[in-house]
């Protein structure tokens, strides 16, 4: 085991791993029939550009299904050093990185989080979406102060969105990590954008949070609806 974890921690086995996962789920995109709800998110989308696009992070390996060749997009990434392996694969997809975290209580304000969430709104300011998970760290399906802070100060919305496979295997780990598989049906849901407030007290902010996190729940919930439901013949 500490033989593949030496392994696993060289700079050439990350880039090996990271193009394998790339070209996976370029390959899963191709061969999923998507279904989009509402019909017209991607012109909601555009014409709020550029925006905060919120995921649950389990769900993070179809994440740049929520964004279009087209689209000006950069990610939050871990600087964990599996991070590094996503920012790889993240980059062969012509997406940007941004690497920090943030941390339950604070918002961004460890692991590198102050100058990523500066990195946030840069890009922001500079015309580029911004992807993030919006839970906080190891804590699966709660949704975190950090995403709603930047929406405020920034002043962009947030689109949440779930995607769902039917041909996929759930992870038993902290944040059910889906692995989706080829072939299958997909859905993506997509929310009513959630705006905050620039002057958003402790109390708005903390509703918006809460709005967030149900939203992000029931779209995941549809959208597993839409991918499960069975199908006539």
Do not use: C
Not at 68 to 87: F, I, M, Q
């Amino acid at each position: 085991m500490k033989f593949w974890r030496r392994i696993g921690r060289q700079q050439w086995a990350k880039m090996a791993l990271g193009v394998v996962a790339a070209e996976y789920v370029r390959f899963v995109d191709k061969t999923t029939r998507l279904t989009v709800e509402p019909p017209d998110a991607w012109d909601r989308a555009e014409a709020d550009m550029p925006i905060i696009i919120a995921f649950w992070h389990g769900q993070h390996l179809l994440a740049t299904n929520a964004s279009k060749p087209s689209y000006k997009v950069k990610t939050l990434v871990s600087h964990h050093h599996d991070g590094e392996v996503e920012a790889i694969a993240v980059e062969r997809l012509g997406i940007g990185t941004i690497r920090g975290s943030g941390n339950h209580s604070s918002g961004f304000l460890h692991k590198g989080g102050v100058a990523a969430f500066q990195a946030m709104l840069d890009a922001l300011a500079d015309g580029y979406s911004v992807a993030l998970s919006a839970d906080v760290p190891k804590v699966s399906r709660v949704a975190g102060l950090g995403i709603i802070k930047l929406a405020q100060i920034s002043g962009r919305p947030i689109h949440a969105v779930a995607i769902a496979t039917h041909w996929r295997i759930v992870l038993d780990n902290w944040d059910r990590s889906t692995i989706n598989l080829p072939f299958s049906r997909g859905a993506g849901v997509v929310p009513e954008p959630l705006r905050v407030a620039a002057d958003a007290d402790d109390a708005a902010l903390e509703a918006a949070r809460a709005e967030l996190e149900n939203r992000l729940n029931a779209a995941t919930r549809r959208a597993y609806e839409i991918v499960d439901k069975p199908q006539l013949r």
